[in-house]
Nanobody, 115 residues
C-alpha cells in the first residue's frame, strides 16, 4: 500500500503564505508525476499544480504567479508554496501521484484563508 503523507495546512489571513508538503515513498517519488488538487465546499475537485517526473510544472490559471511546486529529492517530498493567499483558496488540498496504470492519493490537508 503506497502512502502519501501531506502536511502544512492551516489557517492564514488573506495575503499570507503557507507551504504544503507531500512525502512519498522513494520507489515512486522520482518516477511519478505529483499533482496537487483541491476541493472547496460545494465545488468539484480541481487540479491546482503538477510537477512531472522531468521536473517541468503546470498550474491552474487561478494560482499562476502565486503558487509554486517543487521537488526535494533529499526528502522524497514535493512542496507547494502558496503565497498571496485569497479566501477562495480555502479548500482541502490533496496530493496525488500518478503513473501509467497507477494512482495514489494523500489524506488531504485543510487550508483556510480568512480574516
Amino acid at each position: 500500500q503506497v502512502q502519501l503523507v501531506e502536511s502544512g495546512g492551516g489557517l492564514v489571513q488573506p495575503g499570507g503564505s503557507l507551504r504544503l508538503s507531500c512525502a512519498a515513498p522513494a520507489s515512486i517519488f522520482s518516477i511519478y508525476n505529483i499533482g496537487w488538487y483541491r476541493r472547496a465546499p460545494g465545488k468539484q475537485r480541481e487540479l491546482v499544480a503538477v510537477i512531472f517526473n522531468g521536473y517541468s510544472t503546470n498550474y491552474a490559471d487561478s494560482v499562476k504567479g502565486r503558487f509554486t511546486t517543487s521537488r526535494d529529492n533529499a526528502k522524497n517530498t514535493v512542496n507547494l508554496q502558496m503565497n498571496s493567499l485569497k479566501p477562495e483558496d480555502t479548500a482541502v488540498y490533496y496530493c496525488n501521484a500518478k503513473a501509467p496504470g497507477y494512482e495514489y492519493w494523500g489524506q488531504g490537508t485543510q487550508v483556510t484563508v480568512q480574516v
